[in-house]
């Protein structure tokens, strides 16, 4: 699957948490597919050079980039919880705050609320990261529709996985399906709003046609959940359909006048969208087929040109990483210098005092991205290394998912730690599966399996004064939350 995760070393709590929001190969004919992009990517908010000036390098850029020290750069970063996880810098992209601008939200109604007012409110971009958008939310795609009306100038981008969201959800009615909903947005506004569509590459061959529609999507999803309104960003692991907007529990972060780590995302939306279809209005279409249709153009296609896809897609995502690292140090570097200069004076991003850093990891497997485990390991042996020098002093690690599956790599981390670790996920009831119909059903006994079995594990190793498993249950509520 393809997602994100978030990690916030914050001076003011002196913890490091962990938030899920659930390459350059010699490549033939992939000039081509880059050129082709270059010539369709009018629709999309550009996040290169304007964004330059916008986050206040300017002439420090080539300043910096000539003297670069290869080092974290010092100030705050060299004190307190910081210089113990100095390793991370290495590790992915990070982005300096001042933790006044991060706003966690409680529950689903909040996250909802929030959600519409930032669309009505947004005045140059948009973009929506999410598995699927339910296809019964009208009046989420009416709120969209009311901000598009009111500015031309105004650019929205959705990204969604193509199977789950072509999937209908009434049986033989394909005009019920997420994608049918959105190309009315695209047929009415074609020059302001773009929805990409994500087809793994390991769906093909006979798996495609042998494996039926849901089951399919258990070979491999678009998992990303980022949201952007201008320089507002909201991160979580909710999908934009009614149970995450009522009673399905989640975690939402709200990061307010944050042109930094919001134009990060925006370009990581632009730059899966290389690689996925866009989602283009039906030209002529019959009573019983969809209104729409998916369009590739010449880049190489996910499932007739998998093995070419994967090094394309592979090359693409590694290329940016490798650019918002370097991009992010500079502006790390530029940022601590302006704080020194102006010790303390609080005008903009640039001179808020900052105590907080913002790494976001990526996690695509089928592209050999795995930031997320390389970056959650080192956390874990930073923790133990530290643990292993305090006599006496323990750790505290807390996880959470409303799916207990846990890695053994993960499992060996926790039961060979000296940390006190704290582990939340759904009781059978708080399941998303725990109504489902079919062999679906028996998921959350799967899952209370795999949790019955690490609680042995604990007992065997003598940990249990150290590891404590807990189970979310509330009624008539689900748990989302990573």
């Not at 632009?270 to 996925?276: A, G, K």
């Not at 990526?362 to 530290?386: N, V, W, Y």
Request: hydrophobic share 35%; net charge positive; aromatic share 12%.
């Amino acid at each position: 699957g393809m997602n994100v995760f978030l990690i916030m070393p914050t001076l003011i709590n002196r913890q490091c948490l962990i938030r899920n929001f659930r390459c350059s190969s010699r490549l033939h004919n992939s000039n081509k597919y880059r050129r082709n992009f270059e010539g369709n990517a009018h629709n999309f908010y550009n996040t290169s050079a304007s964004d330059e000036s916008r986050h206040g390098l300017g002439g420090y850029k080539q300043i910096l980039e000539k003297n670069m020290d290869p080092s974290p750069p010092e100030g705050f970063l060299s004190t307190g919880p910081f210089q113990k996880f100095k390793g991370l810098f290495k590790l992915a992209p990070y982005f300096l705050l001042n933790g006044e601008q991060i706003q966690p939200l409680q529950e689903p109604g909040e996250f909802y609320n929030q959600l519409k007012e930032h669309i009505l409110s947004a005045k140059e971009r948009i973009f929506l990261a999410s598995l699927y958008i339910g296809s019964n939310e009208k009046e989420l795609v009416e709120t969209i529709r009311s901000a598009v009306k009111k500015s031309k100038q105004l650019k929205v981008h959705i990204l969604l996985d193509c199977l789950r969201s072509t999937r209908a959800d009434h049986v033989d009615l394909d005009q019920s399906s997420p994608a049918s909903l959105l190309v009315t947005l695209v047929k009415e506004f074609p020059d302001q709003v773009t929805v990409s569509l994500y087809h793994t590459p390991d769906l093909k061959g006979v798996l495609k046609k042998l494996i039926p529609p849901r089951f399919n999507e258990s070979i491999g999803l678009m998992h990303i959940k980022a949201f952007g309104f201008d320089d507002n960003l909201m991160l979580s692991g909710a999908n934009l359909s009614h149970d995450y907007f009522t009673n399905r529990q989640d975690r939402y972060m709200l990061f307010k006048n944050a042109p930094g780590i919001t134009n990060y995302f925006a370009d990581l939306l632009r730059t899966v969208s290389t690689f996925s279809y866009t989602l283009k209005p039906a030209e002529e279409f019959a009573k019983h087929d969809k209104p729409y249709e998916l369009v590739l153009s010449q880049f190489p296609d996910p499932i007739t040109e998998s093995h070419l896809f994967r090094k394309f897609a592979s090359s693409t995502v590694k290329e940016f990483v490798s650019k918002w690292t370097n991009d992010c140090e500079l502006q790390a570097r530029h940022q601590i210098i302006q704080q020194q200069k102006n010790s303390g004076v609080q005008t903009n991003e640039q001179n808020v005092n900052l105590d907080t850093v913002i790494l976001p990891i990526i996690q695509m497997g089928p592209f050999s991205i795995r930031q997320d485990e390389s970056t959650t390991l080192s956390i874990l042996e930073t923790i133990a290394k530290e643990n292993d020098n305090e006599e006496g002093q323990y750790g505290r690690v807390f996880f959470a998912s409303g799916y207990f599956n846990f890695t053994q790599k993960f499992k060996d981390k926790i039961l060979n730690t000296k940390a006190k670790f704290n582990v939340l996920a759904a009781s059978p009831e708080a399941n998303g599966f725990y109504y489902s119909k079919g062999i679906s059903k028996y998921i959350p006994d799967v899952y209370t399996l795999l949790e019955k079995q690490f609680y042995n594990d604990i007992l065997k190793h003598g940990k249990s004064h150290l590891v404590k498993l807990e189970e979310y249950k509330r009624s008539n509520w689900t748990f989302h939350a990573k």
